[in-house]
């Protein structure tokens, strides 16, 4: 990498509070958040109606089909850019001073099978609770959540709506933020990549993703990821909104926007650079390929471009489980054939590892998606309450970010 990258600088303002006022605004560590205004500003023709609805750590909500999860951000020196290309204009991420609020989330639902959008049972049942015994099993159930629920317009098209919903999020989320320009943060973080000793070892991440079609798709500056071989990208600008979810999958192994803005991994491997090795790069690859070539290839490109960064030793995320572990497995090996120690996080389910190599020797698990969960009977359901699982048991699998393997919970192996 270049010693001559742009600084990112975060300015965080902590959020002790959100409350519903007559103007959204900034003041200490109080948010206002005027409801009619940010949901008038969400609004698309796509959509018959958007609500939002503010809810709190140990409130007895169940939010139910939940789609995303999206941290508050802004850019301050234009605020017509944040999320560029999939809600503002398209500029380069990962440059100039971004606004985030910490300790708050905007939490995006539809119900696409409500809407007659998706057959039944295509999507599975996704859930965040405030309270209860799933309330501690996210990060989302301890922050201050703002809700956004989108009703698409009746006889839309599908893609329409898909993006009319996403940009909705991703609008509050900004406007939130916005109301922070011209404040003073509590701290700023100013992240750079540039050069460090040779010395240092090299290390890499491959960061998974998938990309199938509406309701399936990640995005790269507003695009879909779809056709793209592995490729490297800039840490800072995922870290600064380039990338953004559009998969609604399976929730506990869902990469939600917010595990790219937030990524403690990334913050930990952009933190360690100097100091106790070299990050030189990230690789953005497809999980959930359809071939056996299709998988071979991209794992050998993976590889190929661990090689050309010079690495001696990679991270590899998973997206989803089931045939994405298959991808990860054969990047894993492949790389470890390259003389690239590698190191890999995913889920498990009931009977174990769904794949595995002998040269993956290294592995974080993330938990058991196929855990179930004691029943618990919220007080209320939003974001529609058809198939909310009152009263059952629920499987961990059904909770957004609940075994996040892009390195967003917080994990630490302790020898006895």
Not at 120 to 142: H, I, N, Q, V
Not at 296 to 323: E, K, V, W, Y
Not at 397 to 411: C, F, Q, S, V
Request: charged content about 20%; overall charge negative.
């Amino acid at each position: 990498m270049s010693s001559a990258l742009a600084e990112l600088e975060i300015a965080r303002f902590a959020v002790e509070e959100v409350v519903e006022g007559t103007k959204t605004g900034w003041d200490r560590d109080r948010l206002h958040a005027t409801i009619p205004e940010l949901a008038g500003g969400a609004g698309d023709p796509a959509l018959a109606e958007v609500t939002v609805e503010i809810v709190r750590p140990g409130d007895p909500v169940r939010i139910a089909n939940v789609l995303d999860a999206v941290v508050p951000s802004v850019k301050t020196e234009d605020p017509s850019s944040t999320f560029p290309g999939a809600l503002g204009t398209l500029a380069i991420a990962g440059r100039g001073v971004t606004n985030r609020l910490d300790g708050v989330h905007v939490i995006v639902t539809c119900d696409w099978e409500g809407a007659g959008l998706v057959g039944p049972g295509e999507f599975p049942p996704s859930f965040l609770d405030m309270d209860g015994p799933a309330a501690d099993r996210t990060r989302y159930g301890a922050s201050t959540n703002v809700v956004v629920g989108c009703r698409p317009a009746p006889g839309i098209a599908l893609q329409e709506a898909d993006r009319a919903v996403r940009r909705a999020g991703l609008r509050v989320a900004r406007d939130l933020a916005a109301r922070t320009i011209g404040e003073t943060p509590y701290r700023v973080d100013r992240l750079s990549i540039g050069a460090a000793s040779a010395t240092l070892p090299a290390l890499c991440l491959v960061l998974q993703m998938a990309s199938e079609g509406p309701l399936l798709d990640t995005y790269l500056y507003g695009a879909p990821t779809s056709h793209i071989a592995p490729t490297l990208v800039d840490p800072l600008a995922i870290l600064d909104g380039s990338l953004t979810n559009g998969t609604y999958d399976w929730p506990s192994v869902r990469n939600a926007t917010a595990a790219y803005q937030a990524s403690p991994l990334i913050e930990e491997l952009i933190a360690g650079h100097g100091e106790r090795f070299r990050f030189v790069g990230s690789i953005l690859a497809l999980g959930y390929l359809n071939t056996a070539d299709d998988k071979l290839r991209s794992a050998l490109q993976s590889a190929s471009l661990a090689t050309l960064l010079d690495a001696d030793a990679a991270i590899c995320t998973t997206f989803s489980s089931g045939n994405s572990h298959t991808d990860t497995m054969l990047t894993v090996r492949t790389l470890e054939r390259e003389g690239i120690r590698t190191c890999a996080i995913v889920a498990e389910t009931n009977g174990g590892l769904t794949d595995h190599v002998p040269e993956a020797d290294c592995l974080v698990s993330v938990g058991n998606e196929d855990e179930l969960l004691d029943a618990w009977t919220p007080s209320r359901v939003i974001g529609g309450d058809r198939d909310a699982m009152i009263g059952q048991q629920v499987p961990l699998r059904a909770y957004l970010g609940a075994n996040g393997e892009t390195g967003e919970m917080d994990l630490t192996a302790v020898a006895s």
